[in-house]
């Protein structure tokens, strides 16, 4: 199931050697203020389809299309991201919440 994801990302990291005519995600990779309003609008989106029970799937696909894109777009990878939540595993969010208030 995870080969799906790590292919997405993959193609990602693909893209930034394209051109805009050929790839959408290179669009987006070079328009940070068009990739940050995409992902406002697509998580509004999954919201609107988890509101009426219809078309949450295919919309959260897009949600986290849209936030890979992002983080690429601004040089957070992935992988780092990955690390952080193995950080928090085991931890409760209020927990975890907190102990970020301390720092």
Sequence with gaps: MFEVLEGLIKTIRERKNSSEHESYTKKLLDNNSLCREKV???I???IDALNENKNEVHEAADVMYHILVLLEANNVKVEDVMNELKKREGVSGLVEKANRKKQ
């Design 40 to 42: 406002m609008e697509e």
């Design 44 to 46: 509004k989106e999954l």
